[in-house]
């Protein structure tokens, strides 16, 4: 875990388990986003995440402060925190675009430690996440899907996401 007293890469300071979540945590060097050519993903939520993947490994120093730089306001019906399915759907979409982003850049990345990091944490969904939410399905009676659904591709694969034998052997 890096200390306030420490000066660290912002290789290491991911590998250590550094808070990627929001951009106000942080002042960049203006040269280094240019350089890198980085601009905020358009119309999703996290892009801030997006962008500290895209800088940290090439920050050479980083370091904390105690200074209180920034105030943080509550919006209680914020797009991040207001429950309706609709923006929950929008969310979670934007967390796989997110990681479809992230996925296309571990290439540029020069440690091999930092690009097995991303490979993990941008495939986050793996089996356990895909079992857990059959499991839910089936307890909530949501599964086997029966009916249409809204899109005719999904609803093309009923057969197949409702045939349990596939759907064990994908979650194994």
Known sequence: VITAEDISTGECYMLNGGNTGSIWRGLYRRDVIEKLGLRFYPNITHE?????????????????????????????????????????????????????????YVAKLQSLELQEFYTRHVNSWGKDCCSQCVNLCINRGAYPISGRTNSWKTTALIPLINCRWIVDRLLI
């Not at 209680?76 to 923006?87: A, P, Q």
Request: proline content about 2%; hydrophobic content about 40%.
């Open 48 to 104: 801030d995440v997006l962008f500290n993947y895209q800088i940290l490994p090439f920050v050479e120093r980083i370091t904390f402060s105690n200074v209180l730089v920034y105030n943080y306001v509550y919006e209680g019906e914020s797009l991040t925190r207001t429950k309706s399915v609709e923006k929950i759907k929008y969310n979670i979409y934007n967390d796989f675009v997110v990681a479809a982003e992230i996925n296309k």
